[in-house]
């Protein structure tokens, strides 16, 4: 329960950083400094795996996904 009441606080202060920001900022500023923030994000979990499929290099000829 406590981490759906915490998303949904996160997801509503989202609303107000936006209105706030757009303000402040040209509005195409905001949405490149969202999309470096999010891309930030998730790339750990991007080498993470990046990692892993690189130690499984070997490809067998029914692997469709190689």
């Keep these: 329960m406590f981490y759906l009441i ?3 606080l996160i997801w509503a202060s989202a609303f107000i950083a936006a209105k706030f920001s757009y ?3 040209d509005p195409a500023l905001t949405v490149m400094l969202r999309l470096i923030l999010s891309a ?3 790339l750990p979990t991007f ?3 990046y990692r892993k499929s690189q130690n499984n290099t070997a490809c067998n000829y029914g692997d469709w996904a190689c």
């Design 6 to 8: 915490a998303a949904v």
């Design 47 to 49: 080498f993470r795996s």
């Design 23 to 25: 303000t402040m900022f």
């Design 40 to 42: 930030l994000l998730v």
